[in-house]
């Protein structure tokens, strides 16, 4: 009777030996097929990671300012309620005068450089308020609100091209503002909304600008509408810078 160690040799052929360094090689490939493996593992996991975080933690981003205050990258509140026009009952701001607000603005700061529209709801911080975690909060700063100023001393018109638009009886160019870089976050918003500046030139040559921060939800003919109600005092002056 034949033995099964003959028998099953006679199945699989006579045995072939290994040359040198063909395990090695075949280990290697293995170990290579592994790391591949992993590193497209890896790459999908980075994608869908960084896409959740951007998900997570994309705030739409103001346009950087240009005002008396300086240049801000800070993000506005991430609500937009719709906006309705209305005539100012205040006290009229020591360099301008304006005709129109949105319903519940109220001047949150003003003098002879520049002024300030808030949202009502930021009048009267609590004690709790930190402007410097909610620059919505902070007098000094145009993050989600509308800034209103002359252009300063060293600029001479519109910094690129806009659309023109008529304001009243001037002309005027309606820029959108380039995004803002804010470190650890997102370039760009996803809605493209970062903010935009009304030009309008005044009889002197010099322009008013009024700067709408990103994600107030106003119309292009709202913009103009409240830009044509702003008026320049004689004393009004540029800042610098």
Avoid: C
Avoid at 82 to 95: F, H, S, T, W
Wanted: glycine share 12%.
């Amino acid at each position: 009777m034949t033995d099964l160690r003959d028998h099953l040799e006679d199945i699989a052929g006579p045995v072939v030996p290994v040359a040198a360094g063909q395990v090695d090689d075949d280990i290697m490939r293995g170990r290579r097929a592994t790391r591949q493996r992993r590193s497209i593992q890896t790459a999908v996991g980075s994608v869908f990671g960084v896409a959740a975080l951007v998900a997570a933690f994309t705030v739409p981003s103001g346009g950087v300012g240009a005002g008396p205050h300086g240049p801000t990258a800070a993000a506005p509140p991430a609500a937009v309620m719709p906006v309705d026009l209305v005539a100012y009952q205040g006290v009229q701001p020591k360099g301008f005068t304006i005709d129109k607000v949105p319903a519940g603005w109220f001047v949150q700061s003003d003098d002879e450089s520049h002024l300030t529209l808030a949202p009502e709801k930021v009048r009267n911080p609590g004690p709790n308020v930190d402007p410097s975690a909610n620059p919505v909060y902070d007098s000094s700063t145009y993050v989600g609100k509308i800034g209103v100023f002359l252009e300063s001393k060293d600029q001479s018109g519109p910094p690129f091209e806009g659309t023109a638009v008529t304001v009243g009886d001037r002309a005027g160019v309606l820029l959108k503002s380039l995004p803002a870089v804010i470190p650890g976050q997102p370039a760009g918003d996803p809605a493209d909304d970062h903010g935009w500046s009304l030009w309008v030139r005044q009889p002197s040559g010099i322009w008013l600008i009024v700067q709408f921060w990103s994600g107030l939800g106003m119309s292009r003919d709202q913009m103009v509408e409240l830009a044509s109600g702003v008026h320049v005092h004689e004393g009004a002056i540029q800042g610098v810078g």
